[in-house]
């Protein structure tokens, strides 16, 4: 991979710039400027003054000021016909991906990108490198992880999100950046739906002809916003199913057709998924390794040590799980 420079040099003084020789970044991935917290920096603006400078480069091939952070001052700036902004200057101008990898470095405390504008300027550094997203390896993600500032994690997580149709990315892309802030569909939907999507592909295709993913998350987006869905979590049963239909435990014909329920009927949950296919597995399994503790317990364990009433009450659970043995058989 290219080598990009991990230190900002600014040139020493701090200078006023005229607004008209300065130009927006086209990698700045924050799309969405909410006009109440514009009307607020405004107000500031006017009471205040501008307390940070911007931070720009400049652009050899037109002497044009590129933003690296502050576009929304500049943009508060121009509507207040402020002529001129104060402004932190890098010693020399940035490569693509080192413009990029600063943008990151510089606004990545702040939380002001939104989870796919984020996705979507990771997909452009990898396309600098001349990777493929759907190939990187754990090296890869290292470097993407150095190159952004981001945690591995936040870096495999937005990957997931590039896993998904272009249908799907540009819905949430869209509520972004035009619907207010916490309104919406979830994207952590995407990632709890990641894994069954796979396997869903791998062991039932047919579902995937039949419901295009873009249907499937859309139904998963409602069941949510109806309260069918209370929590995310909830998605993991469904992750859960397919992993015991992987594994032959479960009728595989069987949990299709309750995902095609799940699809197309919106009162049926991810627990009705789960109860009608794989939780059987699941409880044989928990039982199996509990009676295999408890029995090694109890072979173990010296009833003289208690007194009469506690080995009373031992005895008297023992029972009721013969009792309960019998009744089952």
């Not at 130009?23 to 009307?39: A, G, K, L, M, S």
């Not at 296919?277 to 072979?299: D, H, P, Q, W």
Request: glycine residues 2%.
């Amino acid at each position: 991979m290219d080598n990009i420079s991990p230190v900002i040099e600014y040139q020493d003084k701090i200078q006023d710039l005229t607004i008209d020789k300065i130009v927006p970044n086209d990698f700045n991935p924050r799309e969405r400027f909410n006009e109440e917290e514009e009307d607020e920096l405004i107000e500031s603006i006017l009471n205040k003054g501008i307390l940070n400078p911007i931070i720009v480069y400049k652009r050899k091939q037109d002497d044009k000021y590129i933003i690296l952070d502050g576009e929304r001052r500049y943009r508060a700036c121009k509507k207040l016909n402020i002529k001129t902004i104060p402004a932190r200057i890098l010693v020399r101008e940035p490569n693509v991906l080192e413009s990029l990898s600063l943008m990151f470095h510089i606004q990545n405390v702040r939380q002001e990108w939104t989870e796919f504008a984020i996705s979507i300027t990771i997909k452009r550094i990898i396309d600098e490198l001349g990777k493929k997203f759907e190939s990187l390896n754990s090296s890869d993600i290292k470097y993407l992880s150095e190159i952004t500032s981001l945690s591995e994690y936040r870096v495999r997580k937005y990957l997931k999100f590039l896993d998904y149709p272009d249908d799907v990315i540009q819905m949430f892309l869209h509520n972004e950046v035009y619907q207010k802030k916490g309104i919406g569909p979830d994207p952590d939907i995407l990632l709890e739906m990641h894994k069954p999507i796979e396997d869903m592909r791998d062991i039932m295709p047919s579902l995937l002809e039949d419901f295009s993913i873009k249907n499937i998350i859309d139904a998963c987006i409602e069941k949510k916003e109806r309260g069918i869905i209370k929590a995310n979590k909830e998605f993991r049963l469904i992750s859960k199913s397919l992993t015991a239909a992987r594994k032959d435990e479960i009728n595989v014909s069987q949990l299709e057709r309750n995902l095609y329920s799940f699809f197309s009927i919106l009162d049926y949950s991810p627990e009705n998924v789960y109860r009608h296919s794989a939780e059987t597995v699941y409880l044989y399994k928990s039982i199996r390794k509990n009676s295999e503790s408890f029995l090694s317990e109890l072979k173990d364990f010296d009833f003289n040590s208690i007194d009469a009433e506690k080995r009373n009450e031992v005895l008297h659970i023992l029972n009721q799980i013969a009792l309960v043995i019998s009744r089952n058989l």
